[in-house]
Every structure is written in structure tokens, then in C-alpha cells.
């Protein structure tokens, strides 16, 4: 059974920093991609960023040039580096992890709160 767990979300004010780990437990396989979402009160999941096993990087325009998102394969961990954090980034983050084979599956975690105050 696979699992994703995440940490280190919690209240900041405007331009500081935090950062997220999404630690997977589990799987006997290395998972296709990994990737970061959030959803804000009263709007849909987004994506934030996400990372494959070849390390290629994708972001959503909002966060490019102030989140960075990396992988530790040996440690089965995901993690979002957060800066210059705006009040717009206020949100619930989820950990997702995507593995592609003969069939495709999709695991999230259960998601951490991060708030930005002004």
C-alpha cells in the first residue's frame, strides 16, 4: 500500500520561505513522475510543479523563479521549496505520485495547509 505523507507546511508572512516534503512509503517501484497541487477555499486543484525520474522539471507560471521542486530517489522524498511567498499562495498542498506502466497509477497524500499572511 502505497503512501505519501506531507510536511512542512504552516503559517509565514509575505516573502518568506518554507518548504514541503512528501515522504513515499510502500511502493517497490520508482514512480514516472511526482509532482505538487494546491487548492485554494472555494477554487480548484492546481497544479504547482511537477518532476519526473529523468528530473525534468515543470511549473505553473505563477510559482516559476520562487518554487523549486526536487527528488531524493534514494530516500523515496519529494520536496517543494518555497519562496517569496505571496498571500495568493495560501492554500492546502498535496504530494501526487504517478507511475506509468503496464497500467497507470495515481497516489496523493492527504495534503498540508500553508498560509501566507500579509
Known amino acids: 500500500q502505497v503512501q505519501l505523507v506531507e510536511s512542512g507546511g504552516g503559517l509565514v508572512q509575505a516573502g518568506g520561505s518554507l518548504r514541503l516534503s512528501c515522504a513515499a512509503s510502500?511502493?517497490?517501484?520508482?514512480?514516472?513522475?511526482m509532482g505538487w497541487y494546491r487548492q485554494a477555499p472555494g477554487k480548484q486543484r492546481e497544479l504547482v510543479a511537477t518532476?519526473?525520474?529523468?528530473?525534468?522539471?515543470n511549473y505553473a507560471d505563477s510559482v516559476k523563479g520562487r518554487f523549486t521542486i526536487s527528488r531524493d530517489n534514494a530516500k523515496n522524498t519529494l520536496y517543494l521549496q518555497m519562496n517569496s511567498l505571496k498571500p495568493e499562495d495560501t492554500a492546502v498542498y498535496y504530494c501526487?505520485?504517478?507511475?506509468?506502466?503496464?497500467?497507470?497509477?495515481?497516489?496523493w497524500g492527504q495534503g498540508t495547509q500553508v498560509t501566507v499572511s500579509s
Open positions: 501526487k505520485a504517478e507511475y506509468w506502466g503496464a497500467a497507470r497509477y495515481d497516489y
Open positions: 510502500g511502493s517497490t517501484f520508482s514512480f514516472t513522475r
Open positions: 518532476v519526473t525520474s529523468s528530473s525534468s522539471t
